[in-house]
DNA sequence: TCTGGGGTCCTAGGACCC
DNA sequence: TCTGGGGTCCTAGGACCC
């Protein structure tokens, strides 16, 4: 069996951990660039307001009802989603970290010395108790089930936040109740046909031969056709390595002036440098691509990229940003208001087997290896972006996101560590 | 005025090999 | 009359996830 444990609302839960008082009140939280709404309560939703809404259209049920709206502080999710997977661990000895706001326990084991669910419940009020994060968890022999369970754990009070599917009879129910629209691993495509060919229920899919899956759907979908029949067959497990990195941005303004928008993709490149470094690897392609407002009818429309193929595959921010700059010059339209921008690192390998290039530019590369680490360690203690490339330029540029209601990095920070006042 | 960011996997089709 | 069979690798695009 396997539980997946899901924490509720997560971005506004990590909110209202810091800002007591607003439990019970509707609370968004907002993409970069205060643009759209990402996570929202319950209490959000019943107002009317939905995940993807544009926040400016919505500004009057926000400030009638005086909705509480944060900017998007990915740092302080990630240090708190690191949190709760570290207790999970502390709990359960298999643990997989699947998404910021969701890990898959393995209880293989388990249920020969405890009761799964009431196991479970100890561990989200363990959760509850060191981090007051809540969280629904679903057990089932498959993580599409148990993902399903999760759902109804947290809709249903009466689970108690722990919903386990243990036998044929409740995986069938729980199949003929649940929305087929949100059955992980069916997307809007698979779900309009599935209903072309008369499925609207999970458990009609369920039922169906998996001969007829096979030969009308690819893979994934004869995959969660399994899942769904209690036959695991999904594997989470994380790569050692990326092997696609991208760092992009919407502007918080446009921007028209080839020096500016050479700035953000510097900004851009540096950053997939960086994160290159952090996972000792390195990359031969460097893409870069660009576009203007598309929902700016009035004004023309561009949408481009280009790729730069490196001879020696590299993590140096300078050469990265470099060839960056190159790809740039070639897609770049002077009299375009660009609104997006970003780099892409692609062709990733480990670092420490680079093949030498007899040829190679860079005259001495153990030495530029150890600039990159110095930097890596300033920007580490310093805050990021302290050393910085002067191709990336100052540090309050026009282009820079939006985020005008971010709360405190109250975790990772000290001279933002919480303020309380008694 | 204002509309997110970052990934993975699969598949079909083309190019190429003998 | 009659024009093969079997494979690999790469890439772009689609679908899905959070």
Not at 66 to 78: I, K, P
Not at 120 to 132: A, G, I, N, P, Y
Not at 320 to 348: E, M, N, Q, W
Request: hydrophobic share 40%; with cysteine.
């Amino acid at each position: 069996m396997v539980a997946l444990v899901d924490c509720n609302s997560f971005f506004c839960s990590v909110e209202k951990v810091f800002h007591p008082g607003l439990d019970g009140k509707p609370v968004c939280v907002l993409s970069c660039n205060d643009g759209c709404i990402v996570a929202l309560t319950p209490e959000a939703k019943a107002l009317g307001l939905r995940r993807g809404d544009p926040i400016f259209k919505m500004r009057d049920i926000v400030e009638r009802n005086g909705v509480t709206v944060f900017s998007t502080n990915m740092y302080l999710y990630a240090a708190m989603s690191r949190r709760v997977t570290n207790i999970l661990r502390s709990c359960v000895q298999r643990v997989e970290n699947y998404s910021i706001d969701e890990s898959f326990c393995y209880l293989d084991g388990y249920e020969s010395r405890f009761d799964l669910a009431d196991y479970m419940r100890s561990v989200v009020e363990k959760v509850r108790l060191c981090t007051d994060i809540p969280v629904s968890v679903g057990i089932a022999p498959s993580k599409t089930l148990a993902k399903m369970g999760s759902k109804f754990a947290k809709n249903y009070r009466g689970y108690r936040s722990v919903c386990v599917i243990d036998s044929d009879e409740k995986r069938r129910k729980a199949l003929g109740l649940f929305d087929l629209a949100d059955v992980w691993g069916v997307g809007r495509q698979t779900l309009a046909k599935l209903r072309y060919f008369g499925v609207t229920t999970p458990l009609q899919f369920a039922d169906k031969k998996e001969s007829w899956v096979r030969s009308r759907f690819p893979l994934p979908t004869v995959q969660t056709w399994r899942e769904l029949n209690g036959i695991p067959c999904i594997d989470t497990s994380e790569r050692a390595q990326k092997q696609t990195i991208c760092t992009s941005r919407s502007f918080g303004a446009m921007v028209g002036d080839f020096t500016a928008l050479r700035a953000a993709v510097a900004d851009f490149a540096a950053s997939c440098a960086n994160k290159l470094r952090g996972q000792h690897s390195v990359a031969t392609a460097v893409t870069v691509f660009v576009a203007s407002n598309r929902f700016r009818e009035d004004l023309p429309q561009y949408a481009n990229g280009a790729t730069v193929r490196l001879e020696t595959p590299t993590s140096d921010s300078i050469e990265i940003t470099a060839a960056a700059t190159r790809a740039l010059g070639a897609i770049f339209l002077p009299g375009i208001h660009y609104k997006r921008a970003g780099v892409v690192v692609s062709d990733i390998t480990d670092d420490g087997s680079v093949q030498q290039n007899l040829f190679d530019h860079v005259r001495n590369r153990p030495a530029r290896r150890q600039l990159m680490e110095r930097i890596d360690e300033l920007n580490h203690r310093f805050g990021l972006k302290t050393v910085r490339l002067v191709a990336e330029g100052e540090q309050d540029q026009a282009w820079h996101p939006k985020s005008e209601h971010r709360s405190g990095n109250y975790l990772s920070d000290i001279n933002e560590i919480l303020t309380i006042r008694i």
